[in-house]
T-cell receptor
């Protein structure tokens, strides 16, 4: 398997624009996670899905952020409108779930977002 | 408390030395404690993990020590190598699939 695939790898946009980040999880994984990483706040969980259903979105910072998972092989994280403070690296991760022995989250390479 | 406190923030070790990173937690419902390693420009990757019914787990040069009564756990890297230079995150899971991550430790191993 190619692992978790995220696109784009880098995104530079202007304040107020809509940004869409994409993720393809590992085939067969039931869980998908979106994280944001910054120097100040570290690695924060934004939202996670189980079998395409959002389970916990308590980490989504505000209504400007939304995430969808229309099928088992694709998820998006959208920011509209974007602001400079959204600049960060956004990671998608997936895991098979189940027993603790299988509870490994596999991370993508991330999308580095810069909002000017 | 859904926090995991990690220290130090950065660590410099000479090649061949021992690197030690510490984490502490409050939530006694946590039942799984993984460590992730992240190289620049990459996503975090699982390094080693432990359950609270075990006091120590060793994989090669990497060892997790777990103190349930003190609610602390630590990562020891023996014979540290320059290739170990990375950022290390401790994490904890409890009650769901969510992982709570520490803030990370940037390890530099000098040749």
């Amino acid at each position: 398997d190619a692992g978790v695939i995220q696109s784009p790898r880098h995104e530079v946009t202007e304040m107020g624009q809509e940004v869409t980040l994409r993720c393809k999880p590992i085939s067969g994984h039931d869980y998908l996670f979106w994280y944001r990483q910054t120097m100040m706040r570290g690695l924060e969980l934004l939202i996670y899905f189980n079998n395409n259903v959002p389970i916990d979105d308590s980490g989504m910072p505000e209504d400007r952020f939304s995430a969808k998972m229309p099928n088992a092989s694709f998820s998006t994280l959208k920011i509209q409108p974007s602001e400079p403070r959204d600049s960060a690296v956004y990671f998608c991760a997936s895991s098979p779930g189940g027993s603790l022995a299988k509870n490994i989250q596999y991370f993508g390479a991330g999308t580095r977002l810069s909002v000017l | 408390q859904q926090q995991v406190k990690q220290s130090p923030q950065s660590l410099i070790v000479q090649k061949g030395g021992i690197s030690i990173i510490n984490c502490a937690y409050e939530n006694t419902a946590f039942d799984y404690f993984p460590w992730y390693q992240q190289f620049p420009g990459k996503g975090p990757a699982l390094l080693i993990a432990i359950r609270p019914d075990v006091s120590e787990k060793k994989e090669g040069r990497f060892t997790i020590s777990f103190n349930k009564s003190a609610k602390q756990f630590s990562l020891h890297i023996m014979d540290s190598q320059p290739g170990d230079s990375a950022t290390y995150f401790c994490a904890a899971r409890g009650g769901s699939e969510k992982l709570v991550f520490g803030k990370g430790t940037k390890l530099t191993v000098n040749p």
